[in-house]
C-alpha cells in the first residue's frame, strides 16, 4: 500500500514562504506524477503543481507560477513545495497526490491522481 504523509503547513503573514514535504513510503508499480493540490474553505480541490519522475519537467497553476517550485528527491522518495511571497488567497488546505504516468504529460485533474495524503494546514495572515 503506498502512503503519502505531508508536512511543513503552518501560518505565516503576508508574503512570507513555506516550504511543504512529501514523503512517499510503499511499493509503487511504476513511474509516477507527483502532484500538489490545496483546497480552500468553501471551494473544490485545485490544481497547484506538478512534476514527471525525476522531477526535470514541472507545471503550475497561473496563479503560483512564478513564486511556489516543485521539486522531488528520488533517493528519499520526497517532494516538495517552495512557496515564497505567499497571500491571504493561498490559505488552504494543501494534499500531495501520486499519479501513475500516462505517457508524457504532467497530470493536473484530481481524478487522475491514485493516491493522497492526508493534508496539511497552510494559513496567510495579511
Known amino acids: 500500500q503506498v502512503q503519502l504523509v505531508e508536512s511543513g503547513g503552518e501560518l505565516v503573514q503576508a508574503g512570507g514562504s513555506l516550504r511543504l514535504s512529501c514523503a512517499v513510503s510503499?511499493?509503487?508499480?511504476?513511474?509516477?506524477?507527483m502532484g500538489w493540490f490545496r483546497r480552500a474553505p468553501g471551494m473544490e480541490r485545485e490544481f497547484v503543481s506538478a512534476?514527471?519522475?525525476?522531477?526535470?519537467?514541472?507545471y503550475y497553476a497561473d496563479a503560483v507560477k512564478g513564486r511556489f517550485t516543485i521539486s522531488r528527491d528520488t533517493v528519499k522518495n520526497t517532494v516538495y513545495l517552495q512557496m515564497n511571497s505567499l497571500k491571504p488567497e493561498d490559505t488552504a488546505v494543501y494534499y500531495c497526490?501520486?499519479?501513475?504516468?500516462?505517457?508524457?504529460?504532467?497530470?493536473?485533474?484530481?481524478?487522475?491522481?491514485?493516491?493522497w495524503g492526508q493534508g496539511t494546514q497552510v494559513t496567510v495572515s495579511s
Open positions: 512534476c514527471n519522475w525525476n522531477g526535470d519537467r514541472t
Open positions: 510503499g511499493r509503487t508499480l511504476r513511474r509516477y506524477n
Open positions: 497526490g501520486l499519479a501513475y504516468e500516462r505517457g508524457r504529460q504532467i497530470l493536473t485533474e484530481v481524478r487522475e491522481y491514485d493516491y
